[in-house]
């Protein structure tokens, strides 16, 4: 009898051997199996660590270059690329348009599905038209079955713009090898539960975005060593942050930390470069803009030293 489905084949849909009693397991069976999968799941994403420091190579030189990282993707993948993007303004200070995400659905697919809107090829392509993709831009099509219309649509548009394209998918044998810049492909292997792409593809792909986007915020100065200076300041719970982050760098007390940032109009950048070099806020935020926003180059220290020695291990 021939086989008419298209998906049958792919790794994605698989059936999983090591789990086909799991509705007769106790709940410590279950837990114990899932770790196990999750083990096979890290091995997976190991073997692709070459071609993830490719994209963030990619994405590095992009973002110097007045670039955006635009994540297109449905259901799971789509809300991975919408939780990559709404953090990192957040944690890294960036301008809500750098890194954008397009969803299949809409806003509204975020929380509740929508079926059937991944299968829309044309809908992929004029929802990136919308943002106007361009040459310095990099694309991050996501789709662990290397399958979804939407997001095939969405990369061929924004491919006739110039725009670099990252393809993160679950299926190694995807035919858009040759289509693609480059294709990080962690071969998750069959899910615990068959087709279940949110359990080892999901977490797989969250933990390739986790690299892609915090290494090329690295390397573009949103960090001094591994604190996080391009914090944003919108809650008390990161005002706090900040003025730890102060205290850290600079020795000052809590209360001196509180007054320097708001001297510094709560830039930790600008107030550690004022601290270490006695500059007002507006030197301070030239000084950085010719050190490409490095601290260290800003003030010519490294936080290693200092940061080894507060956890006593200098």
């Known amino acids: 009898m021939p086989v008419r489905s298209k998906w049958q084949s792919l790794p994605t849909e698989a059936i999983n051997p090591a789990t086909l009693a799991i509705d007769k397991q106790s709940p410590a069976d279950i837990v114990e199996e899932m770790l196990t999968e999750d083990r096979k799941m890290l091995a997976a994403v190991q073997r692709e660590k070459d071609r993830i420091v490719v994209g963030i190579e990619i994405i590095t030189q992009a973002l110097k270059k007045g670039g955006r990282i635009i994540f297109v993707g449905a259901g799971t993948s789509g809300r991975l690329g919408v939780l990559e993007s ?8 960036t301008k ?6 397009i969803m299949a659905g809409g806003k509204g697919a975020i929380v509740k599905p929508k079926e059937g809107v991944e299968d829309h090829y044309e809908e992929g392509a004029r929802a990136i038209n919308r943002i106007r993709p361009a040459k310095q831009d990099v694309v991050i099509g996501v789709s662990a079955s290397g399958m979804t219309q939407f997001v095939l649509g969405a990369l061929t548009r924004a491919r006739r713009a110039g725009s670099k394209i990252i393809f993160v998918t679950c299926d190694p044998r995807t035919e858009l090898q040759t289509f693609v810049d480059l294709t990080i492909a962690p071969a998750v292997g069959p899910e615990v539960i068959a087709g279940s792409t949110r359990l080892k593809a999901g977490t797989a792909t969250k933990i390739v975005l986790n690299m892609l986007t915090t290494a090329a915020m690295v390397r573009t100065g949103k960090t001094y060593g591994n604190l996080m200076v391009d914090v944003q300041t919108g809650s008390e719970k990161l005002r706090d942050r900040a003025r730890r982050i102060i205290i850290i760098v600079t020795g000052l007390d809590y209360d001196e930390a509180d007054k320097l940032l708001k001297r510094a109009q709560w830039n930790v950048k600008a107030a ?11 030197q301070a935020l030239t000084r950085l803009r010719r050190a490409h926003n490095f601290i260290r180059d800003a003030i010519g220290e490294d936080a290693e030293a200092r940061l080894k020695e507060l956890l006593g291990t200098g």
């Open 86 to 93: 709404a953090e990192m303004p957040p944690t890294f200070g």
């Open 96 to 101: 809500p348009d750098l890194v954008q995400a």
């Open 272 to 282: 550690i470069v004022m601290q270490k070099s006695g500059l007002t806020h507006a």
